[in-house]
Each structure stands twice: as structure tokens, then as C-alpha cells.
């Protein structure tokens, strides 16, 4: 298994530019997410799909689009790069475990992307 | 408005000494308070998590004290180890969107040998 995986790793942009950021998972699971992690303020939730063809915003969703392709499959666009976009970008996905919910988030290995 | 309060914001504690991280939240609808654990250059991974019915979970050497009425929980790592040297997040969620967690802003923990 090889979890969440995420392409590009390191991706530099001029402003203006855009481009697409993958991510895939092999674990079946149905909820999927998107965040940006900036220096000593956390993650941030961008968008999250809580199953395969919806998508909802999350707490910073401006200047961004996203794709649930199919269940596996969940992609970031960025349209119009700005450098307020320099971050790293994770993708998650989870699944509630039974019985005593929990829900585990696995996170992919982030792409780092640098915005000029 | 930020829902979930971290701090500190780094650590330094000596080999075999106990850290503490605490975090506070505001909205009494969270049920589900996850601990993740982050390396450099590495994605944030679950290390422990409890829900609002319990007031104290231990894994090892991790554990969750919850203190429901003060809106509060905390990390206790006893018999730190070098190894233990990561940045932490705090984060809460709530049913059904469980999996949308709120996150608090990492504590750099530097356990020194």
C-alpha cells in the first residue's frame, strides 16, 4: 500500500501561471482533503470531498478549484498562481472506523510549491 | 476567530524529562480531539486522539488529559527521547464531519540528549 501519494513534490511558479497538484490514495476511503501548511499557523483546510463526486469549501478556499475524479483520485488547481500561494500543499484522506468512531486522517507527503 | 488554541509554540525539554502541550478550543460541538506528529520534510501522522467521553488516554509513553468543562486537553509525553524532536498539532473535529478537522498552529518539541 502505498497510501497517499502526491505530485509534484517541489514546483516553482511565476505569478499569473497555473497548475494542477494530484493526489491518490489505495485505501478505499471515501473522504478526501486539501491543505496548506504555513509557517507557525497549522494546517489549513482548503477544499475536502466527502465522497466520490462532491466537494465542499473549506476554510480557505479562495484562488483555488478542485476534482474528485473517482474515489482514488482528488486534484488542486491553482488558476492564477499569486505568492501569497507559496505553501505546502497536503492531501489527506480518512475513513470513520467502527465501532467507537475514530477518523484517522493519513496525509500524502506535501508538495512544496514557491510562487515568483 | 481561531478555534483551537495551541502553545506553546516550541519546547525544549532534556532526554528522559516529561513535555506538555496544551490546547484550548472554543466550540463545544467538537467530539473527536486527534494529536498528529510531523517530521521535516514529512506529512503530519496520527500519534493519539480521544473523544469528550473519556478525561485521559495513554498510548505508551503519550497521553491525552481532557478537561471537558474548561474546554481543554494536552499532550503529555513522559520519558521524552531525542526521537520524540517533532513539530505536534492539537486538532478537533465534530460529527458527521468528522474527518474536517480544525487545527492548532504546532509545538516544536527539541528533546535534548
Known amino acids: 500500500n502505498a497510501g497517499v501519494t502526491q505530485t509534484p513534490k517541489f514546483q516553482v511558479l511565476k505569478t499569473g501561471q497555473s497548475m494542477t497538484l494530484q493526489c491518490a490514495q489505495d485505501?478505499?476511503?471515501?473522504?478526501m482533503y486539501w491543505y496548506r501548511q504555513d509557517p507557525g499557523m497549522g494546517l489549513r483546510l482548503i477544499y475536502y470531498?466527502?465522497?466520490?463526486?462532491?466537494?465542499d469549501k473549506g476554510e480557505v478556499p479562495n484562488g483555488y478549484n478542485v476534482s474528485r475524479l473517482n474515489k482514488r483520485e482528488f486534484s488542486l488547481r491553482l488558476e492564477s498562481a499569486a505568492p501569497s500561494q507559496t505553501s505546502v500543499y497536503f492531501c489527506a484522506s480518512s475513513e470513520a472506523k467502527h465501532p467507537s468512531p475514530t477518523y484517522e486522517q493519513y496525509f500524502g507527503p506535501g508538495t512544496r510549491l514557491t510562487v515568483t | 476567530q481561531q478555534q483551537v488554541k495551541q502553545s506553546p509554540q516550541s519546547l525544549i525539554v532534556q532526554k528522559g524529562g516529561i513535555s506538555i502541550i496544551n490546547c484550548a478550543y472554543e466550540n463545544t460541538a467538537f467530539d473527536y480531539f486527534p494529536w498528529y506528529q510531523q517530521f521535516p520534510g514529512k506529512g503530519p501522522a496520527l500519534l493519539i486522539a480521544i473523544r469528550p467521553d473519556v478525561s485521559e488516554k495513554k498510548e505508551g509513553r503519550f497521553t491525552i488529559s481532557f478537561n471537558k468543562s474548561a474546554k481543554q486537553f494536552s499532550l503529555h509525553i513522559m520519558d521524552s527521547q531525542p526521537g520524540d524532536s517533532a513539530t505536534y498539532f492539537c486538532?478537533?473535529?465534530?460529527?458527521?464531519?468528522?474527518?474536517?478537522?480544525?487545527f492548532g498552529d504546532g509545538t516544536t518539541l527539541t528533546v535534548k540528549p
Open positions: 486538532a478537533a473535529s465534530r460529527n458527521p464531519e468528522a474527518g474536517k478537522s480544525t
Open positions: 485505501m478505499n476511503h471515501n473522504s
Open positions: 470531498s466527502a465522497s466520490e463526486g462532491t466537494t
